[in-house]
Structures are given as structure tokens and as C-alpha cells.
């Protein structure tokens, strides 16, 4: 059974940093560009940032560009999310997603598996 497992999600203040980790099980991802995204309350899931398939390029939503950084160990099927300097806006619960595309995709209809969701709460 292909999953996609979030973790490190928690409560941090405003100005803090979280790093969450997705890992894969089930058949390797290591072909896939994977994608992070976003769900706040009352509000659609959006992209936050994706890495193709070597971790050689990465794409990244307006709002988060200088302050994420998302990267890959495909030896360890797991993709990381590195959060810095958070806002209260930055308050959603976050999934990772992969896709059968190899390079750069930010349509959310063209991911097809979807991790179960971490919550990070950023306080001011």
C-alpha cells in the first residue's frame, strides 16, 4: 500500500522555525516531483512548494519564497519542508503529495497521493 507519512508539525511562535518531514512506503518516489501544500480553516487547500524528481529544482508559492525551503533524500524516500521566520498566516494543516510527473507541477488536481496532514500552529 503506496502512504505518505507527515510529521513535525506543532505550535511555534511567531519569528520560529519547524521542519516537517514526509516519508514514503510502498514503492519508491524517487521518479516523482513532490509537493507540499496548505489547508487553513474555512479556506481551499493550497500549493506551497514543489521539488522534481532530483531535488535539482524547486518552486515555491509567493508568500513563502525566502522563508521555506523544500528538499529531498530520495535514498531515504522522504521529502523535508524547512520552515523559517513563520507568520500567523502560516497557520494550516500541511500535506505532502506526490505526483507521477517528473518535473515542477503546482496543480493540485495532478497529485495523486496525499499524506494524512500535520498541523502547525504559528502564535503571535
Known amino acids: 500500500q503506496v502512504q505518505l507519512v507527515e510529521s513535525g508539525g506543532g505550535l511555534v511562535q511567531a519569528g520560529g522555525s519547524l521542519r516537517l518531514s514526509c516519508a514514503a512506503s510502498?514503492?519508491?518516489?524517487?521518479?516523482?516531483?513532490m509537493g507540499w501544500f496548505r489547508q487553513a480553516p474555512g479556506k481551499e487547500r493550497e500549493f506551497v512548494a514543489v521539488?522534481?524528481?532530483?531535488?535539482?529544482?524547486?518552486y515555491y508559492t509567493d508568500s513563502v519564497k525566502g522563508r521555506f525551503t523544500i528538499s529531498r533524500d530520495n535514498a531515504k524516500n522522504t521529502v523535508y519542508l524547512q520552515m523559517n521566520s513563520l507568520k500567523p498566516e502560516d497557520t494550516a494543516v500541511y500535506y505532502c503529495?506526490?505526483?507521477?510527473?517528473?518535473?515542477?507541477?503546482?496543480?493540485?488536481?495532478?497529485?495523486?497521493?496525499w499524506g494524512q496532514g500535520t498541523q502547525v500552529t504559528v502564535s503571535s
Open positions: 503529495a506526490a505526483t507521477d510527473r517528473f518535473e515542477i507541477v503546482v496543480t493540485i488536481g495532478l497529485y495523486d497521493t
Open positions: 510502498g514503492r519508491t518516489f524517487s521518479g516523482s516531483a
Open positions: 521539488i522534481n524528481w532530483s531535488g535539482g529544482r524547486t
